[in-house]
């Protein structure tokens, strides 16, 4: 079978490699000229890493990372809310990881260029169109200076373009604008010392400011120091430009924070000697009732724009992929295989996007802020249960597919 993939990124690179060990011939056609470090932190749950370690990456990905071993969660007086045991030390066989998205991608890349062959791997190959006849499906492109390039055909195409994906606009065009509800992230990394266990996911504060922290590499500097992501979700009227590259501005989000130093980690400190700055809104889109058109399919963020956040944008590309690869192996017929990948994680997926606007994981300090009306609580206990923190969480972990029962310790 001829598989041509649209898109390097994280979707695009894991169905390289998982379908590589399918038999057939894989093109990937990425529209960027030259493939840049880009991005800053991102995180792969326990359901993910499986499937990384099936295609053999545990290891290189384990050693470009690091590995939360408990997640807490903090109002923005401060006060501790809730705590669990994450990743390993919450009984996963497979870590949760937190790495840099560039490096995560130059992973995968060296893998691809190793196992599917350098000459498989086509940079500056915009993805125009696509056409399907006589049992075939060709791709259109164009050049990084919008000149034609000649058309590819195929047995399969599997669109991983991104929250931009042309593929997807060609079958849905009249989608409109991307759903935005009134919060946007400014995203940074900052050289800083180990703060609670060293090995903390952190969340602090609710709907209308959080900052989410957590380590992506030890002892960066030589020194002790770790090199930290940080993401605050701040509510605001407008969206800001949705670019992943796009630099923030410090003024825009700064002031919100300006005061929320704690005994183990001072925000504006943290803000303020960040290495870089991003911006993004927080958007998605409806789910779609159809991802495949015969030998086309879409796959990661071009079939399901979420909400990043909760540990699911990669994961659940790097889900879809295992899954499709598994599925091509499976069914004679390519075109079976499409659908029945379809009728698996689109449901799945569409769950997500929904439950990422309802019940996020900040549900829980949510709920205490709510009920104290924005004050320091005396006592937790009388404010909330910590069986109902502890569903919250359950439900999120069952609903994005990596609760332990899911992943590690599957029933029957
Ligand atoms: C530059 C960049 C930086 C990001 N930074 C972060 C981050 O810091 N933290 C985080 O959590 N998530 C980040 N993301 C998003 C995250 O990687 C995705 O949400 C997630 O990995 C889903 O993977 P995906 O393969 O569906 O999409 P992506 O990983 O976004 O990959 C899509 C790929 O398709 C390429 N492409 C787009 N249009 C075409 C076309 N017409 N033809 C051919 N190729 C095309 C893009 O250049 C890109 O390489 C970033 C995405 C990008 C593109």
Redesign the pocket.
Known sequence: MDTII???????LTLALHAAKVAGRIRV????AEMKA?????NLGAHAMKEMSAIGLEDALVATSCQPQDYAFFTRHGQLVYRQPWGKAAGHLWPHISLL?SDLQRVLLGAVRERIGDENFFTG????GVTQSGGRVTAHFAAPDNTALPPVEGDVLIA???????VRAQFYPNEGPFCFRGLNLW?GTTVTKPYLTGASLARVGARHSTIIIYPLRNNYDGQGNQLVNWVCEIERDVAVPMD??KPGRLEDFFPTYKDWVFDWMNVPELIRNATQI?SYPMVDRDPLPRWTFERVTL????AHPMY?QGGN??AQ?ILDAAALARLLKRESDPIAALRAYESERLPVTSKIVVQNRTAPPNLLVDLVEQRTGDKPFKRLEDVISQDEMKAIMEDYQKTAGYHVNQVSRPQG
């Open positions: 649209i898109g390097g990124g994280i979707g695009g056609f990425e529209a960027a880009l991005g800053v932190g991102i998205r190959h915009r993805c125009t991983c373009d991104g929250v931009h994906s042309a995203r992943w590259n991003l796959l990661g963020d071009a990043p944008g990669g590309a």
